[in-house]
């Protein structure tokens, strides 16, 4: 009696062991990218870095211009995405029983499960061919339909979170359907589509795939949707595989940069998760 | 009979081919209290959804019959306008999360873009929320959010709410329900100093509620109405064996 139960308690200590020894083990190739991404990157970022143009080998240049477009792409590709996203969420949760709903939710699923590159070949036949150039449209584009399963999905589960009794307190006070959705029902549910949407952004921020040719990539700084743009990760891939070592450390630079954004917008999003939280 | 406010004639309801309600006759005078008793699954809050056309929201629910609110009927009218002439407060209080105190008695115009001056709506909040007895504790908090106030707190600005759309009609559906014995003796209270200036329905499984509460009482069963009477008529003498088997604890 008593070895076994010596037995199970041992086996005890194990399970936790095995399970924060994982847990540690997670955590380590994160740290060693962030402290490689840091430790390379961190010299050549200054001012003029962030603020100046690329410029041809054997001048130092900067990234403002990938700065710039890969904010215009998730701007542009946001403002696409998001309406489109946040009303498809709003019918299935609303409409959960219908049968578009079911289609869609699983068109959805499949949606996510399109490689990048495929989704930029699409775009590509759509946008780049018939305008014949490639533009910092259809990069958006690309990057918008990357986003839309992840904002649809949590839209969806935000206000499946959101009880049914608010509904009826709503609908009992006289106020029409539409109303009763935008007014309260989404309101109560924005902490979480907001979070979503956030996430959405940083998880798009990173695409390179999507973006080659559609976006394609632009050595100067471009305002124009219809021409081509520049991005943090073309550049980064396109100085990365060049044979020049001072675009290679540039390129450090670009991608602490970039891990810098992505990790704000992570950071915002935790931050408005818990500030928004609505408790029913 | 210029005091009925509310007629219900020959009044069914359905959800798919179950039928809920049976055969319901009823007639209920202006600014009194009503009860409706009965057994779980009697159809009691069926029959409080009907009179306010909310329970047509669930996908496969039916009606037949007449409901009339001061002698037309409420299913000729738009559902929108019945809603806001009759009021409803729910077993569960449920102020909405997103809005502050203030905000959440003014909903039911907010939402339904009623424009009003601020002092319109100050006056409003004010005399609504003194209606339900809880201006003295949230006059200082107004602009807090409703869902930090205590269960009894909550149903009382649900009943705040309601109240500020000055509606005919009041439906308490087991507004009390959720309630601890302090809070639900307060809610009652509330009914019985409204009751004068509002009419108030009352769906409850708690007898001695109905007694304490309410003018006249209904008893439903099984989707019947078995009785309906004066409240102290119904309880010292009730005509049918079923209602005294109820009241005296028999079934139920």
Known sequence: MEKRLKVRQIKDKLFTVVMALFSIAIILPLFFIIFYIVRNGAVEIDWHFITSLPKPVGEIGGISNAIVGTTELIGIATLIAIPIALFTGIYMKEFEKSKLAAVVSSLTDLLQGVPSIVIGIVCYLWIVLPLRSFSLLSGSVALAIMMLPMIIKSTYHSLKLVPDSLKEASLALGTPYYRTVMKVIVPAASSGIITGIILSISRVAGETAPLLFTAFGNPFMNLNITKPVNSLPLLIFNYATSPFSDWQKQAWGASLILIIMVSALNLASKIMEHKWKTTY | ?252
């Not at chain 2, 219900?8 to 959800?15: D, L, Q």
């Not at chain 2, 001061?70 to 559902?79: A, C, L, R, V």
């Not at chain 2, 309630?179 to 100093?193: M, R, V």
């Not at chain 2, 209904?218 to 119904?234: C, H, M, R, V």
């Open chain 2, 1 to 252: 009979m210029e005091n009925d406010i509310l007629k219900i004639e020959n009044f069914y309801a359905y959800y798919g081919t179950i039928c809920i309600l049976q055969n319901i006759n009823l007639r209920f005078t202006k600014n009194h209290a009503i009860s409706i008793l009965g057994p779980s699954g009697c159809g009691k809050t069926t029959l409080l959804r009907c009179i306010n056309r909310m329970h047509e929201l669930a996908d496969d629910a039916s009606i037949k019959g007449k409901i009339l609110l001061s002698g037309k009927d409420i299913y000729d009218t738009e559902p929108m306008l019945i809603r806001r002439r009759i009021g409803m407060v729910f077993q569960k209080p449920n102020p909405f999360p997103t809005m502050n105190i203030y905000d959440n008695v003014i909903a039911g115009y907010k939402l339904n873009s009623i424009k009003l001056k601020r002092s319109e709506s100050d006056k409003i909040v004010e005399e609504s929320l003194i209606k339900a007895d809880l201006w003295e504790q949230v006059r200082d908090n107004l602009y807090k959010r409703g869902t930090f106030l205590s269960g009894g707190q909550q149903q009382r600005l649900c009943i705040a709410r309601a109240l500020a759309m000055k509606p005919d009609i009041l439906l308490l559906d087991e507004a009390t329900a959720s309630l601890d014995p302090k809070a639900t003796s307060n809610i009652e209270k509330l009914i019985n100093q409204l009751k004068h200036s509002i009419t108030i329905i009352v769906v409850t499984h708690n007898i001695a509620q109905a007694a304490r509460v309410s003018d006249y009482t209904a008893f439903l069963y099984s989707g019947e109405l078995i009785e309906f009477g004066k409240t102290g008529d119904l309880f010292t003498i009730p005509k049918d064996k079923r209602t005294e088997e109820y009241l005296t604890g028999k079934f139920g």
